[in-house]
């Protein structure tokens, strides 16, 4: 069993930059590839970013390629997402989610832990 607890957001202006925390407990944390999803109102949840157990590969939405930036700490078993160049539609609540495997994956229904959420919201 994995916990995670999001952290970071907030509201931003467009052009503006957050970083996301996503702190996990429970099992070895480098046992786990990780992704970044996220929900806006109206809209199904959708893929945001991915990392493998190690770090070394990551893989993006076109959405936000060259904006954010997925990374993270085994040591501290902290997920990290670096947003820059923030737009009105990047509004929602993003979520944090651990795979039961080493290698990234883009599809929400592979993923086996979730954390709560946190709402990020870009103003115009």
């Known amino acids: 069993q994995v916990q995670l607890v999001e952290s970071g957001g907030g509201l931003v202006q467009a052009g503006g930059s957050l970083r996301l925390s996503c702190a996990a407990s429970?099992?070895?944390?480098?046992?786990?590839?990780m992704g970044w999803f996220r929900r806006a109102p109206g809209k199904e949840r959708e893929f945001v970013a991915t990392?493998?157990?190690?770090?070394?590969?990551?893989y993006y939405a076109d959405s936000v390629k060259g904006r954010f930036t997925i990374s993270r700490d085994n040591p501290k078993n902290t997920l990290y997402l670096q947003m820059n160049s923030l737009k009105p539609e990047d509004t929602a609540v993003y979520y944090c989610?651990?795979?039961?495997?080493?290698?990234?994956?883009?599809?929400?229904?592979?993923?086996?832990?979730w954390g709560q959420g946190t709402q990020v919201t870009v103003s115009s």
């Open positions: 989610a651990a795979r039961s495997a080493m290698n990234s994956e883009t599809r929400s229904a592979l993923y086996n832990y």
């Open positions: 990392v493998n157990w190690s770090g070394g590969s990551t």
């Open positions: 429970g099992r070895t944390f480098s046992g786990y590839a």
